[in-house]
């Protein structure tokens, strides 16, 4: 039974008794009655503080209100207990979730540092095995190191770090690129040509082998984009002016899935490299992720507020670029469709034309309206790079898989060639007069450089020397893409045609 005092008739915090009238008071309320009248409350016999006795509890428990103890306070109490308990759960799940990122970014960054170790090493066994088998010539003078001048970007793997900004929290696993000296790890890919890469003067030899008309609608025509599955070349993925984007078999020859959503017509398409997912853009301002085997939009990402002009998937297979009109480029969570961060140059005030990643996902680049190239970081989120010099809109760009050119058109009738490792044009290849450039793309070797537009074009990187030509679609070509080790070329146009090229 609870002790109740016999002034307040409540259950005191602190109780005390009267020898006087042995009755229990609140030691609070009856210390100010005995102030005022120096008498016991009950029996008004003379009682001072002194003569009180404290009664030693152990957390008295109050009785509930009678306004809390109708059927309805209790139905209410219930529910807010329930209720404090989900949101105790899904802040649980929450650190469940955030805790397993962490350990996935934790895995990958050492998977990473242990492949870049073991290539190290072996490099350094190498090197001390020639050193070794030198002979002493007389003459000889030592090799000049590169200047560190010459170098666009140190590579390391980031920390693990909880940083959070604004509007961004930088997946910890990414690795970064920085425009800081001495020198680069060397990009191991695309520097050995695979055996079974067709060679320049059978590729010379290509002619039409297949032609697809009836992919599109025809009431709109015009195939506007184009992408091979990486994982297996005979499925192409190509986006429509009839706002449709259509997956295809080339070995089936039929149509795999009809994907319907955007209501606008889609720019831009990527096959998703080891999902059965794709990816598209439009002017309607938004980014669609689908499910192939479903046949349905699994995911919107409203990224933007004017027409999405450029999208490109990160190295991870997590992440997508786009860039807009809207002057923004965006970085954005595939499967929970948030957008991580969105950047701008303030300065420059002009709409993006293209984005495309780096192939390590270390940078990226944008073209603009005013025929701007810039090289951006991506956890920095900061402008490390321009490349001026074409004198229109920039339309396409396309890094070399061994991360060391970038591959420039513009609606100035040229493609240039950029070194990123001394930060210049070294090669600028002249088209013919008002020739639209409107899709690049090296093949995984980087050996051969495709360029589509007013026809499709191919050369051989470092001599840049054209080794194919082709006319056959009737309107432009917006997208062109190589099958593997360039067994075959593929090539789609607003003549609503996707067309296909090999021996």
Not at 58 to 87: F, G, N, Y
Not at 110 to 126: S, Y
Not at 281 to 295: C, F, H
Not at 313 to 324: E, I, K, Q
Request: glycine letters at 6%.
């Amino acid at each position: 039974m609870s002790l109740v005092c016999a002034i307040s008739n409540e259950v005191p915090e602190h109780p005390c008794v009267s020898p006087v009238s042995n009755q229990v008071f609140e030691r609070r309320l009856i210390e100010k009655f005995i102030a005022e009248n120096g008498v016991d409350p009950m029996n008004g016999q003379p009682l001072s503080e002194e003569q009180l006795i404290d009664i030693k509890v152990s957390h008295p428990i109050r009785p509930k209100a009678a306004s809390a103890t109708s059927i309805p306070a209790i139905l209410k109490s219930l529910q807010d207990e329930w209720d404090a308990v989900m949101l105790h759960s899904f802040t649980l799940r929450q650190q469940l979730q955030t805790t397993r990122q962490e350990l996935s970014h934790a895995l990958y960054q050492h998977d990473a540092a242990c492949r870049v170790i073991a290539r190290l090493t072996k490099e350094v066994t190498a090197a001390r095995e020639a050193l070794a088998t030198l002979k002493p010539q007389a003459g000889l003078v030592a090799p000049q190191a590169m200047p560190a001048s010459q170098c666009l970007m140190l590579c390391r793997i980031a920390q693990m770090d909880d940083q959070t900004t604004q509007s961004f929290n930088t997946p910890s696993h990414l690795v970064l690129c920085l425009p800081t000296p001495p020198f680069s790890l060397p990009n191991q890919r695309g520097k050995t040509v695979p055996e079974e890469l067709v060679r320049a003067e059978d590729l010379s030899k290509y002619r039409q082998v297949a032609s697809h008309a009836g992919l599109h609608s025809a009431s709109v025509p015009g195939i506007l984009c184009m992408d091979l599955c990486p994982s297996d070349t005979n499925k192409v993925l190509t986006g429509g002016a009839d706002k449709n984007v259509v997956v295809f078999d080339k070995k089936e020859e039929q149509i795999i899935a009809t994907l319907k959503g955007h209501t606008k017509k889609v720019t831009s398409v990527i096959y998703h490299p080891s999902q059965s997912v794709v990816f598209s853009a439009s002017p309607d301002s938004t980014i669609r992720v689908w499910s192939v085997t479903g046949g349905n939009c699994v995911q919107v990402v409203r990224a933007h507020e004017a027409s999405v002009t450029g999208l490109s998937l990160h190295a991870t297979g997590d992440y997508l670029l786009s860039s807009s009109e809207d002057q923004y480029w965006a970085f954005s969570d595939i499967q929970t469709g948030r957008v991580l961060t969105k950047v701008t140059d303030e300065a420059a005030g002009v709409a993006l034309t293209c984005a495309q990643f780096h192939p390590d996902g270390l940078i990226f680049g944008t073209g603009t309206a005013d025929s701007q190239i810039k090289i951006w970081d991506l956890k920095e989120r900061t402008n490390v790079a321009n490349f001026p010099g074409h004198s229109g809109p920039v339309t396409s760009i396309a890094f070399s898989e061994n991360g060391y050119y970038l591959a420039t058109g513009a609606q100035d009738s040229s493609v240039k060639l950029w070194d990123l490792r001394k930060l210049k044009n070294f090669k600028t290849i002249a088209l013919d007069n008002n020739y639209e450039v409107k899709s690049l793309v090296f093949d995984q070797s980087g050996t051969y450089l495709a360029v589509g537009g007013s026809d499709i074009r191919v050369y051989i990187c470092k001599q840049w020397s054209e080794v194919l030509n082709f006319s056959d679609h009737s309107g432009l070509v917006t997208g062109v893409a190589f099958g593997d080790n360039a067994q075959f070329l593929s090539s789609a146009g607003m003549d609503r045609s996707l067309k296909f090229y090999s021996l």
